[in-house]
Structure formats: structure tokens, C-alpha cells
């Protein structure tokens, strides 16, 4: 059975997995990330978790090539790390090679977006879909966009930075130093920055016992709370909603893919993040260019990642 | 020598030509369209624009298809145009068959915007490039969208609406129903409508005195009288071009095509556009993520729709 290992290398873990052709997770495991210490030692846990996914292939399944996902800016033909916001120190790090070199496997490397993308085309929920546009919503936002059953990666892999997709002409200010970025209104920390802004502006909320005690508001508890009734958590998570839906018909109106798929850490709140974005599209969208889009939750969560590496690495072998 | 037919319907013109396989325009004609009178009689008109095309090919470039670009919602596949702003009547015309019943030969529709930009990527400013978006800017905002050398149309047929994609959540209104749309702030007439509220409103602006001939203001006087240092047209002619700029980086941070080109009408203004247009986006961008894009000025012109429309079919035809 032909088969591939995908790794997805995050800032705090490294999962991983043995993935058939068919998008059959025949295996998996983790480790951590341990990203402080540096490029070198990260690549020797990679390594490490290949070794222990190659140990549980028998002989029916025995993986011919390894796909890599790493955050950050990618030079995919060559398999190098230009740069990483979530990986401290690699930039220009020859990261397939490395890999390689230590498993003695071919190595396919590609942004964590682009993985995720191409999992949830292939195998996830966008299953057979031709193509498909996956928002990965966390602390900041990525996407990655498949087209024609494969990944587009733009001329030199920078494709996909939906997050810094203009969404309001000379708006907030975002960490990238543009202005009125998707990303400093719809991620999950610039959600929990508006948030406080209004608690600091003297606006009531339930959210400031949160500070009262000493801790740190996240969105996740404005998520809650605004599912209780606290009015100004429903504002702030109102409008990252109406922002996310703005992405989603932008995506619509320029690639018109089959899918548009919400992923990443924010999407665990489920429901009640797709159902006001999809209200949010449908309130805003002209029905001059047909249905409204229709916005989907991820389908395999965490193993996105490992599973579109894994695909991405069957894609080149073939 | 391998040759088509390209034909390009706009709203007052028909234009057309023979192009070769490698880009060459061998014979070009045009005819008004006098879309008044129906699909019938544009649908007469466009054959008869072909067998005129055809007499003028001698047996050295006899034509073997037609590719045919329309404004508006195409269904590229059964070749029927679904609805066009600009063509009154055009609901469900299968206008691919009538011509191809007409002339005899094999017809490709597609919509105008994406031939345009097919004519600029493999015989204009892109040649050579696998992967270009171009906008269209004239009395509203289109575009096309070239990715690995072959039109993207999306799921439907609906990419490309550029001009409908939200860069000011919550700003203007757009005649689409939406708010905050590219076009709302970026097209022809849009600039012309926010010099009419600024000169209603009270401020000195020498465009005054067109209004007090009775004249209407045009897009291209807001251009000449912002050169000639009237400074309301000076901050008009400035926000249209900011609003491209935010357009052209949303462009680079999802596709991150080779080229981004600017056409149409609006593009008549030359380095009067580009220029303030690149200097926006300089001033914008993130250099995150690398060098700033930079925006081409169409250099096929008017050709540009006839000449892609060809290539379509050419594309087809191999």
C-alpha cells in the first residue's frame, strides 16, 4: 500500500502521521515542539518522530517519502524555512534536506496552511472538491488555497496570507505595519484586543471579573460570554464574525472555490463561530452573483496539517 | 499556420480579429454592437463581423475556431451568457451555438474581463507569465485571473469580481447591494460621484465651471484637473488610487500572481494612474512579505479582449 509521512510542526507540538494514498491515517503520535532550543535540535525531534512512525509500519504500509508543514514563509521547490513568526531563529533553514538526510526519505516541505488546505480538500471536508480556500483562525490568520486539486503557492510561495488582506482602507493598525488587515480585527488575540479596549474605555461586562482575578481574557471566554448574554463580548465577537464573513466573500468574489472552509484554534468554537459568519454573508453578500457561499467547519481538526503533508508528499511521488 | 477568431462584444462595439497560435494579429475589423436591438441582431452582427475576418484570410491562416468574450455572467462550458449589465436582454442566450450555427466553425465563450487578461498574459505585458490578475477599470471594476497560464474561472464562472470585494467593511454603498466594495470607491464613475458630493457639498474645485456649463464631469477631467493642481481633484483622484493600491495587495497576498496589470478605460491615464497607484502601495504594503508588488499598465489595449478570446479558443481547440 503506498503510504507517506506527514509531519506539521507547530510552536508548542510536532504531530505526525502514516497516511495511506487513499487519506487513511494509519498510524499517528506527537512530541513536543520545544522551539527555543533552536532549528537543529527541533529537526532531531522530527526526525526521532519519523523513526517511531516508520517502527509501527509493518511491512503493508512502509511510508516511501515524508511531507513537511512548517509555519512561516517557505521556499517549497527547495524545502527551505525563509522565515517563521511561531519558530524562533529559522530563517533559511534547509529543512528537507536536514529531515532527509536523517530518515533517509524524500522530503516534501510546504507552508502548515497549505497542508491543512490540501487535507481538508482531499480527505476532509471538502472531499473531492476541485477547489477550496481553508482560514486557519488563531492567534493570527493564514489561509491556504487549493485550485485544480493541488496547492496554489503563488510565484514564490507567499500565497495565502489572507490575514493581511485589506478588509478596511486605513482601519486598525496590524503587527504586520499595514493598516486595516483582516487579521488585527478576526484573530483570536485581536478579538480579545477589542475586547479590552472597551473594558479599559469603562463599557460593562462580565469579562472584567476575568481581570479582577489576575487573569488573562482569551476569546474562547468571549466567545462564552457573549453566548451568555454579556453585551459587549457580543459586540467585539459580532464583529470579528462580520469581518471573517467580509474574508469569505471576498474569497467568493475573486476564486469562487467550492468550498471555504474555517479552521485553526478558533474554529473549536463551532457553531458559534460558522453560524454568525454564515448570517453575517448572508446579510452583507449581493445576490447579483448567484447563492450566497456557504462556509463549512473543519472536518479533521488537529490532523489537517500532517494528513495534507502527507498527501503533498504522495502528489510529488506520483 | 494555426489561426482563430477572436471576437470582443462590449456595449457599443464589436471588435474582432485573426490571431495567430503565436499571438499574432493577422486582420482585425470592428462593427458598432446596437445592443437596443437584441441578441438576435448582435448575434447576426458578430457573424457577420467573422465572415469578414474570414474573406480577409487568405488560405495561408484559415481560421479553424472562434473564441468569443462577453461582458457579464458566463457559463464558459455550454457556452451561454446568463445575465450582462451591459447587454439588455442577454438572460440565457446560448450565443456560443447561434454563432458557431452562423459561421460554421467551433465558438468558446467566455466573459470579457478573463480573455483580456488571457490576451495581456500570453501576448502583452505578461508573455511568458504563468500567472497574472487584471483589473479592468472603467464604469465599473472587473477583472481576470491567470493561473498557471490558463483562465481561472471559479466553481460557476463567478471569479473575478474583484470589483465587488470588500475593502472598507461598513463604508459605501455599491450598486451590487453591498457595502464597501472596491467599486463603490474605485471605478469611473464612482471617483466622478465622490467629486459631485465634495463640489455639493460647498468646496472650490475649478470642476465647478463644467458643471456650471452644464456639462458633466468626466473621470479623465478629475485626472487632468488633479495634474493641474486642483486640489479637490488632487484628493479624489488620490483615494481612487489608494483603493486600487489596497485592491492590488489583497491580489499579492492571496494569489501572489507574477503580474498585476491595470486596464480598461481608466487605464487610458496612463503613468497618471500607475504611478500614484504603485506609490500607494509602496506606502502600504507590509514588507513582511517581501518586495512590493509591482502594477503593470495593460499594453494591448483595446486588442487585449479580441486577442485573448482567440487564444481561448486556441487553448480549446489543441
Not at 513536543?32 to 509500519?57: D, K, M
Not at 510565484?155 to 486605513?170: D, Q, R, W
Not at 449581493?286 to 504522495?314: E, W
Request: aromatic fraction near 2%; charged fraction near 15%; include cysteine.
Amino acid at each position: 500500500m503506498t503510504a507517506a509521512i506527514g509531519i506539521d510542526v507547530g510552536g508548542t507540538v510536532i504531530k505526525g502521521g502514516v497516511v495511506s494514498a487513499s487519506g487513511e491515517v494509519l498510524a499517528k503520535a506527537t512530541r513536543p515542539t520545544n522551539a527555543n532550543a533552536g532549528p537543529a535540535q527541533v529537526v532531531e525531534r522530527i526526525a526521532a518522530l519519523i523513526a517511531t512512525l516508520q517502527s509501527e509500519s509493518d511491512g503493508s504500509f512502509a511510508p516511501t517519502s515524508v511531507g513537511l508543514g512548517v509555519p512561516g514563509n517557505i521556499d517549497h521547490g527547495n524545502g527551505v524555512v525563509l522565515a517563521s513568526p511561531n519558530l524562533n531563529g529559522w530563517n533559511g533553514v534547509p529543512v528537507a534536506r536536514l529531515v532527509s538526510e536523517g530518515v533517509g526519505l524524500p522530503v516534501v516541505l510546504d507552508n502548515d496552511a497549505n497542508c491543512a488546505a490540501l487535507g481538508e480538500a482531499l480527505c476532509g471536508i471538502g472531499r473531492g472538491a476541485d477547489s477550496m480556500v481553508l482560514l486557519t483562525l488563531g492567534t493570527g490568520v493564514g489561509s491556504g488555497m487549493v485550485l485544480g486539486g493541488k496547492v496554489w503557492r503563488g510565484t514564490t510561495g507567499l500565497a495565502g496570507e489572507l490575514g493581511h488582506s485589506i478588509v478596511h482602507v486605513g482601519g486598525r493598525s496590524c503587527a504586520c505595519g499595514q493598516s486595516g488587515c483582516l487579521e488585527a480585527y478576526a484573530s483570536a488575540s485581536s478579538t480579545v484586543r477589542r475586547a479590552l479596549e472597551l473594558i479599559e474605555s469603562g463599557e460593562a461586562s462580565s469579562l472584567r471579573e476575568v481581570l479582577d482575578r489576575g487573569q488573562a481574557i482569551t476569546a474562547e471566554m468571549i466567545v462564552q460570554a457573549a453566548e451568555d448574554g454579556d453585551r459587549l463580548a457580543g459586540r467585539v465577537w459580532e464583529e470579528t464574525c462580520r469581518y471573517l464573513a467580509a474574508a469569505c466573500i471576498n474569497i467568493q468574489h475573486l476564486v469562487e472555490p467550492q468550498y471555504i472552509v474555517l479552521a485553526g484554534g478558533m474554529s473549536a468554537a463551532g457553531e458559534r463561530l460558522r453560524r454568525p459568519v454564515q448570517g453575517a454573508i448572508d446579510a452583507m453578500v449581493s445576490r447579483r452573483f448567484g447563492q450566497p457561499p456557504r462556509v463549512r467547519l473543519s472536518l479533521l481538526g488537529n490532523d489537517a496539517g500532517f494528513i495534507g503533508a502527507a498527501m503533498n508528499a504522495l502528489q510529488v511521488d506520483r
